[in-house]
DNA sequence: CCAGAATGGATAGTCAAGCTCTCCGTTATG
DNA sequence: CATAACGGAGAGCTTGACTATCCATTCTGG
């Protein structure tokens, strides 16, 4: 297929397809003549992993790419879920040194008494939550820290069943692509699910009318 | 305390305090004569909240405006949660109309299996998840989308920790504002969670070794 | 009380991200 | 063979979030 048909098969305008080749997001397609060049279906199916990333995902190009990158290389399933990780965080804003120093000491705490083992190399996904927790800290919300066990074992939860749903793709060739969808629209669902969750339990035990401020 | 304690104090340069003030998400201080005021410690922690929002909850400023408006109305505790979540899910991806179908009646599935009211004004938050489900549907993910059930049972769980901490404040002043708080931040600490869980459980499951794709 | 620093306010400039537009010489196609 | 489409490269555009510069006051320390 040509640039019109990959264009209108993926729903992604020509410039844009063009402009994702030039930040080598798309491999080039097969040449047919020096200037003219053929795409395939994994060209498509290349064009709505990039959308589903930045769309739904919410990640910028840039880690997209990286994203990509690790997907394309010949590392380990569990190497280039880490780079996933690493990108969904994003780089974690700063907080001040002593809420930190607090966050990750309770952090500590409940990696512990889950018995989860310390991923060493700290990286960006131990950052963004050091942060947040520090940020919660800051800002007096203390019931919402000292609820952080019950967050973990719920959590252990959810990813018992993440777990599964990749477990669970023995459909051989693109695993690892699998791996990295189920991860990006996994948080999203998830969220999306507890927003409606909260809207009725909340309903259910504040009785959905509450003082006026 | 002046412009330059009121940067210091809250960690926000001082040409940035102006544009927030500018931009109206910063209430101006109380004059003192025609072209001096005075802030207060209220707006030292407004801006602790602005960069919360922002650097922690990711959410653009236009955003961060509209959930502070809400939060200084006097709207209803419920309804500026509305808010909050309408703006934490952002404008949703636009997907296939069929897949969209399809999502949404997944979605009533689940909806119905646990006893959950519908709301109607269908608001950003579901029309978010339908396009994350939709999206998924047509990445190929049917192994997620079969989970959904378990997710949302989980997700009650979690909604119920979460009402949990909101309902323990009585602190009077500023419940909404924490509550919104508690929103924000709580996503984004159950997903730092969740991706720490995956890799435990992934380690355990797994064994941590796998073929290379 | 007065010189120099700081303040509030307004306007313009900057920078990155993510496209979108315009050309242009080449290639496919009815 | 005329004309439409293609690929490639460059410049331009828009939005978001600041940052820098002025300037006419106002505060403050000696």
Redesign the pocket.
């Known amino acids: 297929m ?4 990959l264009s209108a098969e993926s729903g992604v ?1 020509v ?2 397809v ?2 994702y080749l ?1 930040e080598g997001l798309l491999p ?2 097969e040449r ?6 053929r795409y395939s279906p994994a060209h498509v199916q290349r064009l709505r992993l990039i959308r589903a990333l ?1 769309d739904v995902g919410g990640l ?3 880690s997209v790419g990286a994203v990509l990158t690790a997907i394309d290389g010949d590392e380990t399933p569990h190497r280039t879920m880490g780079v996933v990780q690493e990108e969904l965080a994003g780089p974690p804003p700063k907080v001040s040194e002593e809420a930190a120093e607090w966050a990750s000491a309770l952090l500590q705490d409940v990696v512990r008494e889950n018995g989860w083992k310390w991923h060493e190399p700290r990286g960006a996904t131990i950052d963004n939550l050091v942060a947040a927790l520090a940020t919660a800290k800051e800002l007096g919300q203390d019931k919402l820290t000292e609820r952080l066990g019950e967050y973990a074992r719920l959590a252990v939860r959810v990813a018992e069943v993440d777990v599964g749903v990749v477990a669970g793709l023995t459909s051989v060739d693109n695993i690892i692509e699998a791996g990295v969808v189920a991860t990006v629209l996994g948080d999203r669902i998830f969220a999306g699910l507890r927003h409606l969750a909260q809207e009725q339990v909340s309903r259910e035990v504040l009785g959905g009318a509450s003082p006026k401020r």
Chains 1, 2 share one sequence.
């Open positions: 040509r640039m019109a048909e305008p410039a844009t063009k402009y030039r080039p397609g047919t003549s020096p200037n003219q060049a930045t910028p190009l840039a």
